[in-house]
C-alpha cells in the first residue's frame, strides 16, 4: 500500500521504467537513422502531431477518470463493509447478553453461540476477500472446518453465500418469539452483507472497458511510434552545436508519459487486484477481523 509521496514515486519508478527505456532506445534509433541518411527526410508537420496528441491526451483523460471511479466504489464498498461488520457484531454482543431473547438456553450457552456467531462473521470476512482474490476454495485450518461443520455450512457451493445462510439460520433458530425486533434487526445487516457482496462482485466481474482499453492502447502506441517524426531533432546553434539532443529527452519524457498513464489506468481499472495501486482489502479485512476479536473477548 503506498502511504507516503515517497513511496507512490518510487511506484511510479518501477511502472514507467520500461517505457522510459524502450522509448529512449526508439527515439535514439529514429534520430541516428534520420542523422545517417539526411537531416528532415521524413519529418511530419508539427500541427498534424498537436492535434493527434490532444485526441490521444482527451482519450486516457477519459479513461484516466473511469477508473479512478471505478476504484472509488470499490473503497467506497469495503468502507461500508468495515462499518456494517462493526454494527453487526456489536449487536451480536448485545442481544445475546439478554438470555430472555433465547429458547430455554443458559447464560453460558447463548455467550459461546454468541462467540461461534462472531467467529463466523470474521471467516465471512476472509472468504470474501479471498473470493476477490479468485480463491473461492481456500484450504481452512482444522478450527475453521470445525465451525463450518457446527454451522452446517455447504463448502462445495459458494461459501460466502453458504455463511451468510448459516448466520441468517442461526438466528431464526435461537430467538426467541418475543424477540423479533432484535432478530429482524441482525437480519437486516445479513441483506446489507448480501448487497455489499453483490457490489463487488459487479466491480470484478464486469471487465473494465475492454473494447475501448484496446483501442486507447493501440492509438497510444500508434501516437509513441510517430512522436520522432513529428518532432524531429532540434536545431538549436546549428548542426555542430549538438542541441539536437534535447531531442532525445525530450521524446522520451512525452512518450513514457502517454503510456504510463494507459498503464496506470488499467491498474486503476482493477481495484482488487493484487498489486500496489489496488484497494488495500488485506489490510482492511485485518482490521475489521481485530475489530469483531475485541468485541468477541468481552464474551469470555
Known amino acids: 500500500m503506498i502511504k507516503t509521496e515517497k513511496q507512490g514515486?518510487?511506484?511510479?519508478?518501477?511502472?514507467?521504467?520500461?517505457?522510459?527505456?524502450?522509448?529512449?532506445?526508439?527515439?535514439?534509433?529514429?534520430?541516428?537513422?534520420?542523422?545517417?541518411?539526411?537531416?528532415h527526410i521524413?519529418?511530419?508537420?508539427?500541427?498534424?502531431?498537436?492535434?493527434?496528441?490532444?485526441?490521444?491526451?482527451?482519450?486516457?483523460?477519459?479513461?484516466?477518470?473511469?477508473?479512478?471511479?471505478?476504484w472509488w466504489e470499490?473503497?467506497?464498498?469495503?468502507?461500508?463493509?468495515?462499518?456494517?461488520?462493526?454494527?453487526?457484531?456489536?449487536k451480536i454482543y448485545a442481544y445475546y447478553g439478554n438470555k430472555e431473547n433465547f429458547k430455554g438456553s443458559g447464560e453460558s450457552d447463548v455467550k459461546?453461540?454468541?462467540q461461534k456467531l462472531i467467529e463466523l462473521s470474521i471467516l465471512y470476512i476472509r472468504q470474501l476477500k479471498n473470493e476477490m482474490h479468485n480463491n473461492f476454495k481456500p484450504?481452512?485450518?482444522?478450527?475453521?472446518?470445525?465451525?463450518?461443520?457446527?454451522f452446517k455450512v455447504n463448502s462445495s457451493n459458494k461459501i460466502s453465500n453458504?455463511?451468510?445462510?448459516?448466520?441468517?439460520?442461526?438466528?431464526?433458530?435461537?430467538?426467541?418469539?418475543?424477540a423479533n425486533f432484535e432478530k429482524n434487526d441482525l437480519m437486516q445487516h445479513i441483506n446489507r452483507f448480501y448487497d455489499i457482496q453483490g457490489k463487488a462482485e459487479r466491480i470484478k466481474n464486469t471487465p473494465f472497458l475492454m473494447i475501448y482499453s484496446a483501442f486507447t492502447k493501440i492509438i497510444v502506441s500508434f501516437y509513441v511510434i510517430?512522436?520522432?517524426?513529428?518532432?524531429?531533432?532540434?536545431?538549436?546553434?546549428?548542426?555542430?552545436?549538438?542541441?539536437?539532443?534535447?531531442a532525445i529527452p525530450i521524446m522520451v519524457i512525452i512518450s513514457s508519459s502517454f503510456l504510463t498513464i494507459n498503464k496506470l489506468a488499467n491498474l486503476f481499472g482493477e481495484p482488487f487486484s493484487e498489486n500496489k495501486t489496488s484497494v488495500t482489502i488485506n489490510e482492511i479485512c485485518i482490521t475489521i477481523e481485530q475489530n469483531c476479536n475485541e468485541v468477541k473477548n468481552k464474551l469470555l
Open 226 to 246: 510517430l512522436i520522432p517524426l513529428f518532432i524531429g531533432d532540434i536545431d538549436l546553434g546549428g548542426e555542430e552545436s549538438r542541441f539536437e539532443l534535447l
Open 42 to 70: 521524413y519529418k511530419i508537420s508539427g500541427q498534424i502531431g498537436s492535434v493527434f496528441g490532444l485526441a490521444v491526451a482527451f482519450f486516457l483523460g477519459f479513461r484516466m477518470n473511469s477508473a479512478y471511479d471505478r
Open 74 to 90: 470499490a473503497r467506497k464498498i469495503f468502507g461500508e463493509l468495515t462499518n456494517n461488520t462493526r454494527s453487526f457484531v456489536t
Open 112 to 114: 459461546i453461540e454468541a
Open 9 to 39: 514515486l518510487l511506484q511510479l519508478l518501477k511502472i514507467s521504467s520500461p517505457f522510459i527505456v524502450i522509448t529512449t532506445i526508439y527515439t535514439i534509433l529514429v534520430l541516428g537513422l534520420e542523422e545517417y541518411f539526411g537531416d
Open 162 to 178: 453458504e455463511i451468510l445462510l448459516a448466520l441468517a439460520e442461526s438466528f431464526e433458530t435461537d430467538f426467541a418469539s418475543k
Open 139 to 150: 484450504k481452512f485450518n482444522e478450527e475453521e472446518t470445525q465451525l463450518l461443520k457446527r
